[in-house]
T-cell receptor
Framework: GDSVTQMEGPVTLSEEACLTI???????????LFWYVQYPGEGLQLLLK?????DKGSNKGFEATYRKETTSFHLEKGSVQVSDSAVYFC???????????FGGGTRLMVKP | KAGVTQTPRYLIKTRGQQVTLSCSPI?????VSWYQQTPGQGLQFLFE???????NKGNFPGRFSGRQFSNSRSEMNVSTLELGDSALYLC??????????????FGQGTRLTVV
């Protein structure tokens, strides 16, 4: 079946450092890919998405490119802030239906 | 536009009881899906409803059930609660547009504690 694998955390960075959170997937078809963020005590917020190969999703300084050849969707940000501290989830979904398959989540901690 | 609303936010139940959680989707969204989040198993898909019909179902026992009403509001029910059912239950809604679902928007969740 389909699956998503993320790098384990926590990832601890200093403010203004560069961030990369790795995400790879296994899928039988051609899913859409998503990054969601979860702040303490909250639900999930959509951070960015990509619906086909070579698409780049971007939002709030975060970027991720849908790489079909490496089945990856790594999350990147050039300069993190303390307010970026949260848990980040990579997920895939096929277009028909709303069933998301999530990775295990990566906790990011940014220190001032 | 109001977001996805889940009630209640917190719930404490005793083992063996049953519980019903409610989810009101974003206005105009006809698809509602439910997820269970636990530290050990992460985020797992429970089921999805679209126009009052279950469209997909995850790998959970029959004690977990759900339904959707004509106004797209959804409820999930867990019977004969077990300690392992303690989790954050998240609901998400999406809009169906041109044979495709748009991205899912999540509620804040219901934190269920079984004692």
């Amino acid at each position: 079946g389909d699956s998503v694998t993320q790098m384990e955390g926590p990832v601890t960075l200093s403010e203004e450092a560069c961030l990369t959170i790795n995400c790879t997937y296994t899928a039988t078809g051609y899913p859409s890919l998503f990054w969601y963020v979860q702040y303490p005590g909250e639900g999930l917020q959509l951070l960015l998405k990509a619906t086909k190969a070579d698409d780049k999703g971007s939002n709030k300084g975060f970027e991720a490119t849908y790489r079909k050849e490496t089945t990856s969707f790594h999350l990147e940000k050039g300069s993190v802030q303390v307010s970026d501290s949260a848990v980040y989830f990579c997920a895939l979904r096929y277009n028909a239906g709303n069933m998301l398959t999530f990775g295990g989540g990566t906790r990011l901690m940014v220190k001032p | 536009k109001a977001g996805v609303t889940q009630t209640p936010r917190y719930l404490i139940k005793t083992r063996g009881q049953q519980v019903t959680l409610s989810c009101s989707p974003i206005s105009g969204h006809r698809s509602v899906s439910w997820y269970q989040q636990t530290p050990g198993q992460g985020l797992q898909f429970l089921f999805e409803y679209f126009s009052e019909t279950q469209r997909n179902k995850g790998n959970f026992p029959g004690r977990f059930s759900g339904r959707q009403f004509s106004n797209s509001r959804s409820e999930m029910n867990v019977s004969t609660l077990e300690l392992g059912d303690s989790a954050l239950y998240l609901c998400a809604s999406s809009q169906y547009r041109g044979q495709l679902d748009t991205e899912a928007f999540f509620g804040q969740g219901t934190r269920l504690t079984v004692v």
